[in-house]
């Protein structure tokens, strides 16, 4: 804390007090999304695995990784 003036000891205990307050709530807001991450992780993924399987059901849709797996499992055959 640099100023034009010398900090009173009550300067100084606000100014560490609003820096740990403010290390505790960025330490909390951390924690809080590395537990969120999961569940998450897992709605969206099953969000992803409904829409496909909507989207093969009504349409027949086979996803881009499918079709360059079915690819390269049929260039192996061609190769052997």
Sequence with gaps: ???CFAATP?????????SLSG????AVGAHLSYVNVEPQRARTLARDKLVLDTLRKKYGYIPPSEVRR???SNSNKEHN
């Design 1 to 3: 804390m640099v100023g």
């Design 10 to 18: 009550k300067n100084l205990a606000m100014a560490i007090a609003c």
């Design 23 to 26: 290390a505790v709530m960025l």
């Design 70 to 72: 079915m690819a390269r």
